[in-house]
Every structure is written in structure tokens, then in C-alpha cells.
């Protein structure tokens, strides 16, 4: 899997937007990212994915830079139910198998 | 739709015992997975599927077993469980590789 890099840990008020960062700077070009969140105790949730058109639904928008060498997830009314480790993910699509690395995250708080 | 469910929730195994961990799916999702998450550490692929009736080693098969004989359900078996496999166990399942869809977790203590 390409390697991304994330901050560890970030705050946010409720009921602001929460921009997430992830640089993934050897990302190849058929290469899409993958955004999941992990509240805690609980199994991890698929957020949004992404090639390198912005993309967005009803949980969160994700934006990719022109070079896709870094991406932001983007929560944009974040509730205290949001608190959770945020993981970026850019998977190896030589593999078959569907192994989703996930790294430390960022492990976001928010906050009333 | 329940999504992705899990049976039991909770478990605790002496050494040695053997015990079956069930999913289940009404997505009907084609690819099925078991993952094993250690305190403080990521999810770590221990088995999956493509479809009924297959099964495949993913990074940390050893000492479980898997079943796929129903599209909708995935089976993991530990056949003698050791204090190594004390874990929260995740299933997961997905139309496409990696937009997966897990479970609540089965936490198996081993003692």
C-alpha cells in the first residue's frame, strides 16, 4: 500500500467543520483513496473513497489535490458522535486480497 | 437491512477449547473477511473470501480455520485456542475490495 501520513490527533468545536489532512505522496495513478473512522470499541466505518475527482456524500467530503499527492476529509458540521481515529488508506491494487492497512489515524475530538 | 451482524458478542475460552465465531451478511456482498484487532494496534487480515464455497489466507492465518458454504455467512473456527488469540475479532464484507462494511466485534478472552 502506498504509505500516507497523518497527524496524530486533532480538535474541533461542535458544530464546526473538521479538515482532516492526509499527504500520500507515492500514490500511483490508478491508485484511489480510502477514508474509514474507528469510534471507539466499535468496528471500523467506510467514509468516502476517491481517484482524483472531489467526492462527497452524506457523511463527509473529500477533497484531493491536482498532483493527488495529498487529500482532506472534510466533516462539515461535526457532533460529539464524530469523536473517533480517522484513517486514510491507499490500498495496493496489486493485491487481490482486500487488506485494509490501518495505520495510527488521527484520533479526532470533539469537543461542546 | 442489519448490515453486518456477529455472534456472540462476548466470549471466554479456557486454552485449549475450541470455538466457532459466525457472520453474517444480507448485503449480498460477494467478498467476506476476518480481521483480529490487538489493543492499541491496527485490524490484521486473517482470512477471507471472494465468494461462496471459497476461502483464502490473508496476513495471520495461523491457528484459525474459515468457512464460506452460504453466500451470507462466513465462518471463523479456532480449533485450540491459546492466550495468543485473545483479541476483538472484526468481520467485514464488500462488493468491491475495499469499500468494506464490518461488524459489531466479538471480543474472546483466553485464559
Known amino acids: 500500500d502506498a504509505k500516507t501520513t497523518q497527524p496524530p490527533s486533532m480538535d474541533c468545536a461542535e458544530g464546526r467543520a473538521a479538515n482532516l489532512p492526509c499527504n500520500h505522496s507515492?500514490?500511483?495513478?490508478?491508485?484511489?483513496v480510502y477514508w474509514y473512522r474507528q469510534i471507539h470499541s466499535q468496528g471500523p466505518q467506510y467514509i468516502i473513497h476517491?481517484?482524483?475527482n472531489n467526492e462527497t456524500n452524506e457523511m463527509a467530503s473529500l477533497i484531493i489535490t491536482e498532483d493527488r499527492k495529498s487529500s482532506t476529509l472534510i466533516l462539515p458540521h461535526a457532533t460529539l458522535r464524530d469523536t473517533a481515529v480517522y484513517y486514510c488508506i491507499v490500498p495496493n491494487y496489486g493485491g487481490s486480497q482486500g487488506n485494509l492497512i490501518f495505520g495510527k489515524g488521527t484520533k479526532l475530538s470533539v469537543k461542546p | 437491512n442489519a448490515g453486518v451482524t456477529q455472534t456472540p458478542k462476548f466470549r471466554v475460552l479456557k486454552t485449549g477449547q475450541s470455538m466457532t465465531l459466525l457472520c453474517a451478511q444480507d448485503?449480498?456482498?460477494?467478498?467476506m473477511y476476518w480481521y483480529r484487532q490487538d489493543p492499541g494496534m491496527g485490524l490484521r487480515l486473517i482470512h477471507y473470501s471472494v465468494g461462496e464455497g471459497t476461502t483464502a489466507k490473508g496476513e495471520v492465518p495461523d491457528g484459525y480455520n474459515v468457512s464460506r458454504l452460504k453466500k451470507q455467512n462466513f465462518l471463523l473456527g479456532l480449533e485450540s485456542a491459546a492466550p495468543s488469540q485473545t483479541s476483538v475479532y472484526f468481520c467485514?464484507?464488500?462488493?468491491?475490495?475495499?469499500?468494506?462494511?464490518f461488524g459489531p466485534g466479538t471480543r474472546l478472552t483466553v485464559t
Open positions: 476517491g481517484l482524483k
Open positions: 467485514a464484507s464488500s462488493r468491491n475490495l475495499y469499500e468494506q462494511y
Open positions: 448485503m449480498n456482498h460477494e467478498y
Open positions: 507515492t500514490i500511483s495513478g490508478n491508485e484511489y
